[in-house]
């Protein structure tokens, strides 16, 4: 059987290329989809994989023409595609009293929208081909909610509801849909957070660490496996503890 083709969105991020190695380690065949960034940036992730069957492909996720075109492109070269992971992200803190209506509507567009647009696209092809994983990066924030973050909690607490109804919608057709919800993990988004916010963070982790990016990869690699069909509509923490609940 040719190895099944997986799409992961922030694909040359700090999870997403974890993301992408462990997949590609798991015999996939991967495409990280990301901005158009800076050249040196594209080289380095493309450093990074090397050896592993994994290619870059430029999208804005917040673009349903643009998913639209990345689709019909992956599928034209190498084929439809299989296992859909979204992961591109975006934060744009500040308290509501002071968050303007642009801060707001970028979160929910790449962080909310993107999913919608890709997913609107591919589940169809997915239940007729009888097979698809999908796995939405939510946040532990977005179980919580978090000081300055009404945008990012909304749009990651409302990745989980799209996640749980599209599982019932695919259930019968051997597309399952989960979401995993990370707590603070060492990456690029996380780095950004003040030196002293990041220590406070830190101390109230009962695991006393920020997580590692192979953390989540091995969840994502877990749930796209194709034995794991009868994990559907489910939200795995990974979050050292951070969030304890049932
Ligand atoms: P990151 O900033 O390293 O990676 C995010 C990637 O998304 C970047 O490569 C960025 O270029 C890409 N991206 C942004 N806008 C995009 C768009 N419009 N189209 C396509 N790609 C776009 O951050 P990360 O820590 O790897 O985060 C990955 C995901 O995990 C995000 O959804 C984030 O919200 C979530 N998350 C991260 C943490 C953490 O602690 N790092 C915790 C909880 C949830």
Excluded at 29 to 46: G, Y
Excluded at 47 to 72: I, K, N, T, Y
Excluded at 154 to 161: D, E, F
Excluded at 172 to 188: A, L, M
């Amino acid at each position: 059987m040719s190895s099944r083709i997986a799409l992961v969105t922030g694909g040359i991020g700090g999870l997403g290329s974890a993301i992408c190695r462990s997949l590609a380690q798991a015999g996939r065949k991967v495409v990280a989809a990301d901005l158009a960034a800076r050249s040196e940036r594209i080289d380095a992730f493309r450093a990074e994989m090397d050896g592993l069957d994994v290619h870059f492909a430029p999208a804005d996720v917040g673009s349903f023409e643009a998913c639209g075109e990345l689709l019909r492109s992956i599928e034209a070269t190498q084929g439809p595609v299989d296992i859909l992971v979204n992961a591109a992200g975006i934060t744009r803190d500040a308290t509501l009293r002071k968050m303007d209506p642009q801060q707001w509507s970028d979160v929910l567009r790449i962080n909310l929208d993107g999913a919608f647009n890709l997913c609107r696209q591919l589940v169809e092809g997915m239940c007729e081909r009888g097979f698809g994983r999908i796995v939405n990066i939510s946040s532990v924030n977005g179980q919580t909610g978090q000081f300055g973050q009404t945008n990012y909690a909304a749009a990651k607490a409302g990745l989980h509801g799209f996640t749980m109804a599209l599982a019932r919608e695919t259930a019968r057709k051997g597309v399952t849909v989960n979401s995993v919800s990370p707590g603070y993990i060492d990456t690029p988004m996380t780095r950004a957070i003040r030196e002293d916010v990041r220590e406070g963070i830190v101390t109230s982790i009962p695991v006393g660490r920020m997580g590692h990016p192979h953390d989540i990869a091995r969840t994502v690699a877990f749930l796209t496996a194709d034995d794991a069909g009868y994990i559907t509509g489910a939200n795995i923490p990974v979050n050292g503890g951070l969030f304890i609940s049932f």
